[in-house]
């Protein structure tokens, strides 16, 4: 079976909304921070693996590098649930880390605490939530 050249639907990219309106799909280098908090995601899952391998904490722990790795692919597609997983995982650690500083006074908990609450308040953005698919 073949296609004629001149009959062949054109890929572009766009998709029609109206006859005769296009409208530009959302791509991922509009938004740059996105890029960033999905390597962060990826550097935290292999920071976790580390940290099981070594011995430090329980091997139970892998479920969360599975959890940061599904949600950094998911937001790098703008697909909502990754959006909804990382934006949990981010505000879960900035709590944690801020409660941990909390109790302990140290003073890398607040840094690493500041910083997710950083990328919740990017994550949160209503031009990023209503490009998400």
């Known amino acids: 079976m073949t296609t004629d050249a001149k009959t062949a639907p054109i890929k572009t990219g766009r998709e029609p909304v109206h006859p005769g309106h296009w409208s530009e799909r959302p791509r991922l280098r509009q938004f740059p921070g996105l890029i960033a908090i999905c390597a ?3 550097l935290l899952a292999a920071v976790i693996c580390y940290e099981v391998v070594a011995g430090v904490i329980s091997p139970v722990c892998l479920v969360f590098p599975v959890c940061f790795i599904a ?3 998911g ?6 649930w990754g959006w909804a997983l990382t934006l949990g995982a981010v505000a879960l650690m900035a709590a944690f880390f801020l409660w941990s500083y909390s109790t302990r006074k140290s003073d890398p908990d607040l840094v690493r605490g500041l910083l997710n609450l950083v990328l919740f308040l990017y994550l949160i953005r209503t031009d ?6």
């Open 71 to 73: 949600g950094a692919l």
């Open 40 to 42: 962060y995601m990826v």
């Open 128 to 133: 990023l939530r209503d490009k998400m698919r």
């Open 75 to 80: 937001l790098m597609f703008l697909l909502r």
